[in-house]
């Protein structure tokens, strides 16, 4: 299995990002996906998943700005962020989910993880 993700960057506060996670060796569309990050020194954390019905679990502090999507056809996970803040910069990652993980953004809830890509919100 392996999710490697893309995307991140540097913008100012503000401003729009969307991640992708290609998977290959697992399929997304009958699958619990998620997208956690972690703050530098700090713990990781859920931002968003998606469950195998389309259903969406999102981080009190980005709902309404991030959008977690699933392109079954492309076997791809994605997250669209607006309006990003400072306190979004981390290192983002996907996640494959257990089902009984779905829904609760807990790291411990993972199957399989990407290897993270970057990203910096500046002020």
């Known amino acids: 299995v392996q999710l490697v993700e893309s995307g991140g960057g540097s913008v100012e506060a503000g401003g729009s990002l969307t991640l992708s996670c290609a998977a290959s060796?697992?399929?997304?569309?009958?699958?619990?996906m998620g997208w956690f990050r972690r703050p530098l020194g700090q713990a990781r954390e859920g931002v968003a998943d998606?469950?195998?019905?389309?259903?969406?679990t999102y981080a009190e502090s980005v709902k309404g700005r991030f959008t977690i999507a699933k392109h079954n056809a492309e076997n791809t996970l994605y997250l669209q962020m607006i309006g990003l803040k400072p306190e979004a910069t981390a290192m983002y990652y996907c996640?494959?989910?257990?089902?009984?993980?779905?829904?609760?953004?807990?790291?411990?809830?993972?199957?399989?993880w990407g290897q993270g890509t970057q990203v910096t919100v500046s002020s």
């Open positions: 996640a494959a989910l257990a089902t009984w993980g779905c829904k609760q953004l807990r790291p411990y809830g993972v199957s399989y």
């Open positions: 060796g697992y399929s997304v569309s009958p699958n619990c």
């Open positions: 998606i469950g195998a019905d389309g259903s969406t």
